[in-house]
């Protein structure tokens, strides 16, 4: 991982990238890279570093987290107060979409790497990297479908699971599910009205 | 005839036809009978698997990985398993190991013969060599529904073994499967590889270069049937693949025959390594003690874990926030993104071949929409 970080500041000294840690037990520790150097950084991974194979394209939606930090170094001024005082701070909230790479021709792998958009509003957009690996294309259609993340440069961007119509992103965490997906109103309302009506005044 | 009039012809294949293989649409433009455009639609059977799993417990979205892939649900729970034991740095029980080879090469082993079946289906042998497919892969369905209490739907693995332990004459049953399973191959090549209209509808059918194949996200015996060396079995060697000896058989035109007896050959790797498995399988524990099954509470991180599914590379992306749900659920579905190409390989066949091509991919709905 750090090879390749290395690798990619060497080539590339102007992108922005940086290292992610992963806590969990497995370490696969991935690489942020700005949304404007995402298309370059990717087009080097695979002509350079043999990450010929992306396999996995996924989108994840992070709500706005409140996070406990200890508060900086403090000043002699707050001597008499507790040092180990904690501050809330809030990360506004952000979609992210996630690229598993693999090398088939050095065959190692997982390189995660990461694109973040700015905020959660309804039109957010990362460069599409189906130019660089054709494996992306469907699935960057299901995340623009589920997340409503636009994918600028995609050959074809349109919804993929949900139907043409619709209007809404599933997968986003605040999305709430309508009672009936298909309910429209027929003929047969005005039948039922009638008969309650009818009814009623029986 | 020139100076005859014509136009192009739209076709709507679908998602109510016999050879796609589920509720799967493709919309063709031909001219006469070969195709210049094709456009897959996706999402008849969209339940939207992913957000049910992040409404759920860990443990809950178990049985409903059986669903994806309705053919192989065992490899299924399998790679939810493999990636929430590499998210929580979790150690499988040693039987429990030898276990999962045996029922996910048995997995494999229906799978292709299934597949083998359903490609004859395909080129316009309906019926015949489908039953002969379905007479093996019931003798594994029976092996299952003994072990697992049901033929299809398993929700057998766990987080650290598996559910239940091998009931007793279990093992000797799955041998004699294993070794009869050959002759099965036999027959069906004896019947049909070498037969003429196979090979006229199969050989020089939509080649796949390597370099496309890896670029368009390939994987599997799609990938292997166009000359990539690259089985994750062998790659990774999760589990204990590492123990075992087997080949990596790979095509060289990756045309349709290529496709088609990849699976043949990659059944009697199978076959060896389910020999392999069962004469060296220990006796103890199925489960690892130490996890909390009920109540599972993964610590707050990410992990990727990927099994070499019968289709392809099936993976899980799983993130976990610390609480009793995964934060995030992605499954990598192989028969979705194995028709990334699918476009490319059917323009300029006639409309005939694209119900042989999409056969030698080899999808399954419920994995495609999910």
């Given amino acids: 991982m750090t090879g390749v970080l290395q690798a990619i500041r060497a080539a590339l000294p102007s992108a922005s990238v940086e290292q992610v840690n992963n806590p969990s037990p497995c370490a696969q520790h991935s690489l942020l890279v700005s949304c404007s150097d995402a298309l370059a950084v990717a087009e080097f991974l695979r002509s350079s570093l043999g990450y010929d194979f992306c396999s996995n394209v996924s989108g994840v939606d992070w709500l706005p987290r409140k996070v406990k930090e200890k508060a900086a170094s403090p000043s002699p001024d707050d001597a008499g107060k507790d040092p180990q005082e904690t501050v809330e701070r809030e990360i506004p909230g952000f979609l992210e979409v996630v690229y598993h790479l693999y090398s088939i021709e050095k065959k190692s792998g997982p390189l995660t790497v990461r694109v973040r958009t700015g905020d959660r509003s309804g039109n957010v957009s990362v460069p599409s990297l189906t130019p660089v690996w054709k494996s992306a294309e469907l699935q960057e259609r299901e995340v623009y479908d589920l997340f409503g993340v636009r994918f600028i440069g995609h050959p074809d961007l349109r919804r993929l699971l949900m139907w043409d119509e619709f209007s809404d992103h599933p997968m986003r965490k605040d999305y709430v599910a309508p009672d009936d997906y298909e309910y429209e109103p027929t003929p047969h309302d005005r039948v039922l009205a009638r008969v309650s009506a009818r009814t009623e005044a029986a | ?272 390594i389910l020999t392999q498995a069962i004469s060296g399988i220990p006796d103890g524990p199925i489960l690892n003690p130490k996890v909390k099954q009920r109540g599972f509470h993964p610590p707050a991180g990410e992990a990727y874990g990927r099994i070499e599914g019968p289709k392809g590379e099936l993976g899980f992306y799983l993130i976990s926030d610390g609480s009793g749900r995964p934060y995030r659920f992605r499954i990598r579905p192989p028969s979705l993104i194995n028709l990334t190409l699918l476009e490319e390989l059917c323009v300029g066949t006639k409309l005939a071949d694209v119900m042989v091509i999409l056969g030698s991919i080899d999808i399954v709905l419920g994995e495609v929409d999910r």
């Fill in chain 2, 1 to 272: 005839m020139t100076g005859m009039p014509s136009r192009m012809i739209d076709v709507s294949l679908g998602p109510q036809h016999p050879s796609t293989h589920g509720v799967f649409r493709m919309n063709v433009t031909l001219d006469g009978e070969t195709v210049v455009k094709l456009q897959p639609v996706f999402g008849y059977l969209h339940r939207n698997h992913e957000k049910i799993a992040e409404g759920n417990s860990w443990l809950a979205a178990m049985p409903y990985t059986d669903r994806l892939d309705y053919i192989c649900p065992i490899t299924n729970n399998w790679a939810y398993a493999l990636a929430v034991e590499k998210l929580a740095g979790i150690e499988v029980a040693e039987r429990a190991e030898y276990i999962r080879v045996i029922v996910g090469e048995l997995t494999r082993l229906q799978n292709h013969a299934a597949f083998l079946g359903f490609v004859l289906g395909d080129m316009g042998a309906w019926g015949t060599a489908l039953m002969y497919a379905f007479r093996e892969r019931e003798k594994i369905l029976d092996l299952f529904e003994s072990l697992t209490g049901a033929r299809m739907m398993a929700n057998y693995m766990r987080f650290g073994g598996c559910r239940c332990d091998l009931p007793p004459g279990w093992i000797e049953a799955a041998r004699k499967v294993a070794d009869e399973f050959p002759a099965f191959l036999e027959e069906m090549e004896a019947l049909l590889t070498g037969n003429e209209i196979l090979l006229a509808r199969l050989q020089g059918v939509a080649p796949l270069a390597s370099g496309r194949a890896i670029n368009g996200g390939m994987s599997g015996p799609g990938l292997r049937a166009s000359g990539v060396d690259y089985d994750i079995r062998k790659v990774d060697g999760y589990g204990i693949y590492s123990r075992f000896k087997f080949r990596i058989p790979r095509g060289s035109a990756g045309d349709c025959y290529d496709r088609f007896m990849l699976r043949v050959l990659e059944a009697r790797e199978s076959v060896s």
